[in-house]
């Protein structure tokens, strides 16, 4: 049985998609097709390098382990427990479901939304 969008509160989508890194993390992981499992270390380098403007292979260790941290203590048991993720603690893996899809779906169209409401307002 899929949820349809219809069925996901206003609540969920601003607590999900209202902090950058887990937004950054959704669009991410919806680039992988369901059931591909991600280690936690590759997202918390291509994260923490979206989030500098680092290539993920030039993130430093300090960068990377601010990503991962907030990621394994915060963000990620959060995602999972919306169902966007399957998160693995023992393995340090997450495994993409498809809400993963259908929440960068609606981050994109509210970054539509922002984009043309700023156009009218200029």
């Excluded at 369901?34 to 390098?49: K, L, M, Q």
């Excluded at 966007?84 to 997450?94: A, F, H, N, P, T």
């Amino acid at each position: 049985m899929s949820l349809r969008v219809d069925e996901i509160s206003e609540a969920d989508i601003f607590s999900l998609l209202g902090n950058r890194r887990r937004l950054l993390v959704v669009r991410y992981l919806s680039l992988f097709e369901c059931g591909t499992r991600v280690s936690v270390r590759h997202v918390a380098r291509v994260i923490r390098g979206a989030e500098t403007g680092t290539p993920p292979s030039r993130v430093t260790t300090s960068e990377y382990e601010s990503a991962y941290n907030g990621l394994i203590q915060n963000h990620l048991p959060r995602m999972a427990n919306h169902e966007l993720i399957v998160y693995d603690e023992r393995s340090k893996e997450v495994v993409v479901t498809p809400k993963v899809n259908q929440y960068a779906c609606l981050a994109s169209a509210t970054g539509v939304i922002r984009w043309f409401t700023q156009l009218s307002e200029s």
